[in-house]
């Protein structure tokens, strides 16, 4: 049975400034049952103020509570281990470590800097590292489909450098992390066992969730489903080239002509086809997005 729904943003609620034509209605329906329902993002070239605002733009409004976001993750693990952060983050993302308690200690903190990974601050946090500073990441996403519509570089490109070159592993505090679900899970106050994962990331979202929560977690038709050109986590040479812009691919287009799910009375064990239908329609990317 289903107690609770985990969204992630890009690729499923939005796809760079633009909503996704089935996804407002999908939320609203969503809200309607009831459910308790959260947004786990890793995007990390905006502070959680800005994932807000740009939602509230799009229509959708969210609260700070329903929505995870790293730099959280990567607050709370600072605090925890007494650890001042060494920023390489986009400069968006700063405003999330303001105030923190100033320790001896650091961490390197490592984001989707964008055009701020320059030599210079990737060679700073390469030398934090080797004179022992911690290392953690807030995503290591591959790639993301960007506003062109073509892939670009993610964070993960860059945190594997960092790690190549200090001989380092860091510590992963977004999605897949086990960890991040565990956090987003208890915000909804129901079990990992009955929460269903959207995602549009074969490794951050499908395998995130499923590692989390084990094979029972979410509906048959929901997280276990990979679109056919995820499947085995890369692109397919098919993949390329049908790159479908934001105003709606096919699958769009049914979903939003579908209605929305109604509300149940009771718990809302909704048929198994009616949850494929909403979670189907509101995919449609083949990787993260901003
Ligand atoms: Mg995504």
Known sequence: MIRGVLLDLAGVVYLGDHILPAAKSAVDGLRSTGLPLGFITNTTRTSKTGIIDRLARMGLDVSPDELVTPAEAARAWLARHKRSPHLLVHPALTA?????AEYRETAVVVGDAGRDFTYERLNAAFRALVAGADFLALAKNRTFRDADNELSLDAGAFVTALEYASGRQAILLGKPSPDFYAAAVARLGCDAADTVMVGDDVEADVSGARASCGDRCGAPGANRQVPPWRRGGRDTA????????????????????RPSPEP?????????DR????????????????
């Not at 949850?275 to 901003?290: A, D, N, Q, V, Y």
């Open 238 to 257: 098919t993949d390329r080239g049908r790159g479908r812009p934001p105003d709606g691919s096919r699958l769009d287009r049914r979903a939003s002509e």
């Open 264 to 272: 149940m009375n009771g718990r809302h064990d909704w048929p198994r």
């Open 96 to 100: 999330d470590f303001q105030d923190l």
């Open 275 to 290: 949850r494929s239908e909403l979670i189907c329609g509101m995919r449609r990317t083949r990787h993260s997005t901003r």
